[in-house]
């Protein structure tokens, strides 16, 4: 029997019309959330990540203060955006999409940022706070496999999960929120220097997958009934397609579907909730900063 599969859209659009209800009682209280995001370049990917945003911020009924800035912007005249945009009451959320051109410290900018305002959860203070257990804006993507998980009423309290993956912005985010009361999970994180990668995740009540390379994971890696999150996005060959090519997680999807209880396909599966999640994180931070809990 094939496993279910998680509609990733659809719970990304019942997310999003929840915000868009909230966003509207807020603003009968003169409160409108606003993220700005800043887009320095034109690297494609980044414009069309930065399109997403904007879309979803006009469907929730958001403001939107995107800024656009050219390649040659200096590291100087980011920084002193960031200051500017930190001391701005009306613009609750801050946003600067990555990767940032050459001569540009990421980590500075990132720093920069008010934490307060780290929609994106990338900040140290946020970071420490997701480690520690407190309250702070959860990463996009991690937040969004578990509301996932949560839809799909795959049980986390107990369940031994294994993420495969120890980036800064999904793996080590997505383990450290696992491992958080509310979750409760036993975690492992396997990465590119783990030896008989199939032993752990054959042992996963659930397996996240965030390797950045196809066919990580195949069916004969997977726990019968294990719930498999695809993070991975790879653009592979395929001549019978107007764009030459189709996108493919990190999992082997058509062997894995038929041993996993249920799965996230790629496209339509992770994706689309870190958009969502991310404007919910606008809204908790327009609420916060007016003291609405």
Same mark, same amino acid.
Not at 36 to 51: E, H, K, N, Q, R
Not at 112 to 137: E, R, W
Not at 161 to 177: C, D, E, F, W
């Given at each position: 029997?094939?496993? &279910?599969?998680?509609?990733? #859209? !659809? ?15 807020? *603003?009968?209280? /003169? ?5 700005? &995001? ?13 399109? +997403?945003?904007? *879309?979803?911020? !006009?469907? !929730? ?8 800035? @050219? ?21 609750? /959320?801050?946003? %600067?999409?990555? @990767?940032?051109?050459? +001569? ?10 008010? @934490? ?7 900040? @140290? ?38 993420? &495969? ?5 999904? $793996? #080590?985010?997505? !383990? ?38 196809? /066919? ?16 991975? %996005? ?14 493919? /997680? ?10 996993? +209880? ?7 599966? &992770? $994706? ?18 007016? +003291?609405?809990?």
């Amino acid at each position: 029997m094939s496993a &279910v599969i998680i509609d990733g #859209k !659809a719970v990304a659009a019942d997310v999003k019309a929840d915000v868009a209800q909230k966003v509207a009682r807020l *603003k009968e209280r /003169g409160i409108v959330p606003c993220l700005a &995001v800043i887009l320095v370049g034109s690297d494609p990917a980044s414009v069309s990540y930065v399109t +997403g945003k904007r *879309k979803a911020l !006009a469907e !929730a009924g958001m403001q939107d203060r995107s800024i656009e800035l @050219p390649a040659d912007t200096t590291e100087k005249e980011l920084l002193a955006l960031i200051r500017t945009l930190n001391e701005d009451n009306t613009v609750h /959320g801050i946003l %600067v999409q990555l @990767p940032l051109p050459k +001569g540009i410290d990421e980590e500075k900018v990132t720093e920069a940022i008010d @934490p307060q305002k780290d929609v994106d959860g990338f900040h @140290p203070y946020n970071v420490g706070m997701l480690a520690s257990g407190g309250t702070c804006f959860l990463p996009c993507t991690p937040h969004g496999i578990c509301e996932l998980l949560k839809r799909a009423h795959v049980k986390t309290d107990g369940a031994r999960a294994v993420v &495969v993956g120890r980036s800064n912005i999904v $793996g #080590k985010p997505m !383990a450290l929120l696992l491992l958080r009361r509310e979750y409760n999970a036993t975690v492992t994180v396997c990465h590119t220097g783990t030896r008989d990668l199939a032993s752990y995740t054959r042992e996963a009540d659930i397996l996240v997958v965030a390797s950045g390379r196809p /066919g990580t994971v195949t069916a004969d890696m997977v726990k019968p009934g294990a719930a498999v999150i695809d993070v991975g %996005v790879n653009r592979i060959p395929d001549a019978s397609r107007k764009s030459g090519f189709r996108l493919v /997680g990190d999992v082997d999807f058509d062997g894995v579907k038929e041993v996993a +209880g249920c799965i996230t396909p790629v496209p339509g599966g &992770v $994706g689309p909730m870190t958009i969502a999640m991310l404007i919910s994180n606008t809204l908790e931070a327009a609420e916060r900063q007016n +003291g609405i809990s």
